[in-house]
């Protein structure tokens, strides 16, 4: 995760920052969800 997240920020490569910062919302939400799986 912190890779797409410095990746979408500081990327040189305008098609792989642009696919990062893409991407890194739909991440973020799918661990959200998958915490939310965790057994306790």
Do not use: N, Q
């Not at 991407?23 to 915490?35: C, D, G, R």
Request: hydrophobic fraction near 35%.
């Amino acid at each position: 995760m912190e890779e797409f997240k410095k990746e979408a920020a500081e990327g040189k490569d305008a098609a792989l920052k642009s696919f990062a910062g893409k991407t890194l919302p739909t991440l973020e939400h799918h661990l959200k969800e998958s915490e939310k799986l965790k057994v306790p």
